[in-house]
């Protein structure tokens, strides 16, 4: 099992930058690759990065490709997302996933989810 908490949501206007991170339980942490979600209301969720268990292998949305950044630290059982340039487009809620395997940007393939942050982008 692992449980997923994230965190550094919030309110930033257009152009700027915020850096969300995901704390994991358990001891097999470097053993999932993480990914990053988001979900606008009314829209399907929608793949946003992921990082496989070393973190030398990452894979991003074309919608982010650029300006987002996904990290991991093992030792710290947290994954990050740093997002750059950010526009009102970007406001969703961000959940981070696990999964066992390799990168995925399909989201029926993530065993854990988080609860989500809010992150808004104002104009």
């Known amino acids: 099992q692992v449980q997923l908490v994230e965190s550094g949501g919030g309110l930033v206007q257009a152009g700027g930058s915020l850096r969300l991170s995901c704390a994991a339980s358990?001891?097999?942490?470097?053993?999932?690759?993480m990914g990053w979600f988001r979900q606008a209301p009314g829209k399907e969720r929608e793949f946003v990065a992921a990082?496989?268990?070393?973190?030398?292998?990452?894979y991003y949305g074309d919608s982010v490709k650029g300006r987002f950044t996904v990290s991991r630290d093992n030792a710290k059982n947290t994954v990050y997302l740093q997002m750059n340039s950010l526009k009102p487009e970007d406001t969703a809620v961000y959940y981070c996933a696990a999964r066992l395997g390799g990168i995925s940007s399909l989201r029926v393939y993530y065993d854990y989810w988080g609860q989500g942050t809010q992150v808004t982008v104002s104009s």
């Open positions: 990082i496989e268990w070393s973190g030398g292998s990452t």
């Open positions: 358990g001891r097999t942490f470097s053993s999932y690759t």
